[in-house]
């Protein structure tokens, strides 16, 4: 189970965060670690000294450009905030979300993403709102700003507790095709299409989006969908475009 | 509750670790921080740069020659320790210790110190011998050993959780009204709507209905939408009715 929860950072600008992320992750036994558009050397002496013989984890590293390539195939993605922004989010506790992962990672083919943000002012809207969820460790209001290394020790905590309570600790089983959840991609594609739709049928201006996108997003990725259910989705999306390009 | 725990930091070497601690315990909000016997100047310039704000702990902290002198009003001593050595002592897990606390501490003259050794060789036996418990973090068996601000972390998050699980912590707020659930009813009607549109759209043939609206039921319902969300539904419902309307 463990192996298959991906710790993802955003723009990190020290790189004794980044060996301070993988110091933590190896004490709780994880080791999939993606770097997004790191702001700094992620390699460094100061690495090698806060990751203190954990610094294997950062040389297998994937650095890449964006969150959608760190999390392409993930079923779960959940973004660690200090609050939802504009638009609410579904918010889980720390403790909420690993007693999750155990039925989360049930299929072998599930992936879960933990995302954080840059140092000094964490995730984007945009980024959020590509979260199925948002974690907030609880924090003293008036100082509630983690170190990133710190809060990666938190949840990987939380994760390797759920491990070690859940049943039947690493025997994946397999989910049946049909209710296979959607991946990150599968749902980017649908988001897609159905901005591409709504704006055919004259409900939706980009121009003038007053969080209609957002909010479709936050409904559906409550949902969970799995993939069957957001074919059928694609396919409705299809029959309206033809309906209307049928008579345009 | 939080004000009667002590964070006991033994024969520390590296300032940095100290700084570390004072962030991860005003993150946490506990104030009182004892330092034994340092092998360090505790206030240096990475200590500050490490407490990254939380540094007045540090200024505040009393440090002394031995443990004794540092935990002599406390009720409750618990050390942290990877494993008993000589003798096999009561041994907690972190969650343990921290549903114990409300109670431990319910008495305004109790008082509780965790209690944390030396980076390279953590508590003497001596040492460990002065607590009541010793706390064990779950770790990776091939990698066990903890930064020590990380250490403090976790047991600090433990113990701000149990803090705020406590029966007079602060009660969350209610849920503002435009996040109200949808009704059953509610429910209902945006169902018979977007059956009435699929119809329309040439997707749905309720001849042959192939469990679809099911489908979409339990998608939906999963969702737990809220009413405002499925305001928006339906009025993307009603824009594709009215193209298809407009051209037949």
């Given at each position: ?36 558009a ?7 002496a ?11 984890i ?31 989010w ?55 700003s ?26 994946p ?33 980009p ?42």
């Amino acid at each position: 189970m463990l192996e298959r929860i991906r710790i993802v950072l955003i723009g990190t600008s020290h790189p004794g965060n980044i060996g301070g992320t993988a110091r933590a992750m190896h004490n709780m036994g994880l080791s999939d670690l993606a770097l997004v558009a790191p702001r700094c050397e992620p390699l460094t002496a100061d690495t090698v000294s806060r990751a203190s013989g954990a610094d294997h984890i950062v040389h297998d590293a994937r650095t890449v450009e964006t969150l959608e390539q760190a999390v392409t195939d993930c079923t779960l993605v959940v973004g660690a905030s200090a609050r939802s922004r504009t638009l609410p989010w579904p918010m889980i506790t720390p403790r909420a979300l690993a007693e999750r992962l155990p039925a989360e990672l049930a299929s072998s083919e599930a992936r879960v993403a933990l995302v954080f943000g840059r140092e000094d002012s964490g995730l984007s809207n945009a980024e959020l709102q590509r979260c199925h969820a948002h974690v907030n460790i609880p924090t003293n209001p008036d100082f509630s700003s983690l170190n990133l290394a710190a809060a990666v020790q938190v949840l990987a905590y939380e994760c390797r507790l759920a491990w070690l309570e859940a049943p039947h600790a690493d025997v994946p089983s397999e989910t049946p095709a049909d209710q296979a959840l959607a991946s990150h991609q599968e749902l980017e594609r649908y988001f897609e299409h159905l901005e591409r739709t709504l704006v055919t049928i004259g409900f939706h201006d980009p121009a003038t989006p007053k969080q209609l996108m957002a909010r479709l997003r936050r409904f559906t990725l409550r949902a969970r969908p799995e993939r069957t259910e957001l074919n059928i989705l694609r396919g409705i999306l299809t029959a309206t475009e033809q309906q209307v390009e049928r008579h345009d």
